[in-house]
């Protein structure tokens, strides 16, 4: 039972390449969540998905876009990377409202 | 704009020492509180979870709500060296559908 799965862990890009990040959740979970992680910044939510084929934008969208897949599977990609992307990202997912946040194992990325 | 604040720390408490944590939240429709700990370099781990006013213990840890002053806080009896690390806190919002909202965190460090 593997829970919270993000791939890959650490990547580095060129300023303007592009990557897709992927996380799996076996936990049969209706909502799923992208989050960046910064020094001094905490945890900010990118864009979420409340439930299979809806997506919302959070606090801080730009320069992301999402796929809700299917129940399992939702991936973050970024058309076309900047600096100021660099940061730890976190999949996360919920059963529903009222309820505690499993995180996957964080993609730590750096653009160059 | 729904906020989350906590003391960035670091706060230093001598081992077998009580630790408190704090948090502030400014949505007043807040429904549900976690606190989370994070070490460097991992993913958060939920400590604990409170909906109601007054407290909540779970072994050496204690929860503590007061909607009307918005405040949550933890507390950590009989502090160890493992218990080093960043304290999250986060809250759901009455909407729910976005996720948790997190403080920044605070660092703790349990000096031996």
């Known amino acids: 039972n593997a829970g919270v799965t993000q791939t890959p862990k650490f990547q580095v890009l060129k300023t303007g390449q592009s990557m897709t990040l992927q996380c799996a959740q076996d936990?049969?979970?209706?909502?799923m969540y992208w989050y960046r992680q910064d020094p001094g910044m905490g945890l900010r939510l990118i864009y979420y998905?409340?439930?299979?084929?809806?997506?919302d934008k959070g606090e801080v969208p730009n320069g992301y876009n999402v796929s809700r897949l299917n129940k399992r599977e939702f991936s973050l990609r970024l058309e076309s990377a900047a600096p100021s992307q660099t940061s730890v990202y976190f999949c996360?997912?919920?059963?529903?409202?009222?309820?505690?946040?499993?995180f996957g194992q964080g993609t730590r990325l750096t653009v160059v | 704009q729904k906020e989350v604040e906590q003391n960035s720390g670091p706060l230093s408490v001598p081992e077998g020492a009580i630790a408190s944590l704090n948090c502030t939240y400014s949505?007043?429709?807040?429904?549900?509180f976690f606190w989370y700990r994070q070490y460097s370099g991992k993913s958060p781990e939920l400590i604990m979870f409170?909906?109601?006013?007054g407290d909540k213990e779970d072994g050496r840890f204690t929860a503590q709500l007061n909607k009307a002053s918005q405040y949550v806080s933890l507390l950590i009896r009989d502090s160890q060296p493992s218990d080093s690390a960043t304290y999250l806190c986060?809250?759901?919002?009455?909407?729910?559908?976005?996720?948790?909202?997190f403080g920044k965190g605070t660092h703790l460090i349990i000096q031996p």
């Open positions: 996360a997912t919920r059963r529903g409202m009222n309820t505690e946040a499993f």
């Open positions: 936990m049969n979970h209706n909502s």
């Open positions: 998905s409340a439930s299979e084929g809806t997506t």
């Open positions: 949505d007043r429709g807040s429904q549900s």
């Open positions: 409170i909906y109601s006013n």
């Open positions: 986060a809250v759901q919002s009455g909407g729910g559908a976005d996720g948790l909202t």
